[in-house]
């Protein structure tokens, strides 16, 4: 069925999905409900490719912080800092490194509403919370709590782009 509102995303199968052998599970999903892959491929990323994802957006810093602060206060807890860049530089560092630990498939999918429907499969960004029926909900059992004791990133097998616009500079970054 042909459509006059396409819209891309990018979608990263995260090392411990890759790890775990969870590629075509992942890529069923999106082709279940009609989207189109029309890029991928797999990558060991660097340290800095994978810093620099994540800030592509100058306001990320600002945003991911305040999210963060506000998420500590929502379970009781005391954020470690009340200032949002240096809450996200930590974040970012544990990012960065789960995004080395192993190779990562950055994929290009299309279709109408691509962004959006792909944000409802894939679930909450914390897979403990994430719905049942959506990726991190049906194959995640990590949370924030664990990953805050082991001093990590949340293991959450996939990333995907949060807006066209994201969609967009993310894209380029990884199929520049």
């Known amino acids: 069925m042909a459509h006059n509102y396409i819209e891309r995303t990018l979608v990263i199968i995260k090392p411990d999905g890759v ?6 599970e992942v890529i069923s999903r999106f082709e ?3 989207l189109k892959l029309v890029d991928m491929k ?4 660097t340290l800095e490719h994978a810093e620099n994802h994540y800030v592509l957006d100058d306001q990320w810093k600002v945003i991911t912080g305040n ?13 470690p800092s009340e200032d949002p860049v240096e809450i996200t530089n930590a974040l970012l560092k544990r990012l960065a490194k789960y995004m080395v630990e192993g190779p990562v498939i950055p994929m290009v999918w299309e279709g109408p509403h691509a962004v959006k429907i792909v944000r409802k499969l894939v679930g909450s960004t914390e897979p403990f919370s994430s719905d049942v029926g959506t990726i991190r909900g049906d194959y995640v059992l990590d949370s924030y709590q664990i990953a805050l004791e082991e001093d ?3 293991y959450n097998l996939v990333h995907a782009a949060g807006s066209v616009k ?5 894209i380029h970054h990884w199929f520049a």
């Open 19 to 24: 790890a775990r052998g969870l590629v075509g």
């Open 32 to 34: 279940r409900v009609g």
């Open 42 to 45: 797999m990558v060991m990323t």
């Open 67 to 79: 999210k963060t602060i506000q998420s500590y206060r929502d379970k009781g807890l005391t954020p």
């Open 152 to 154: 990590r990133s949340v």
């Open 166 to 170: 994201e969609a967009e500079q993310e």
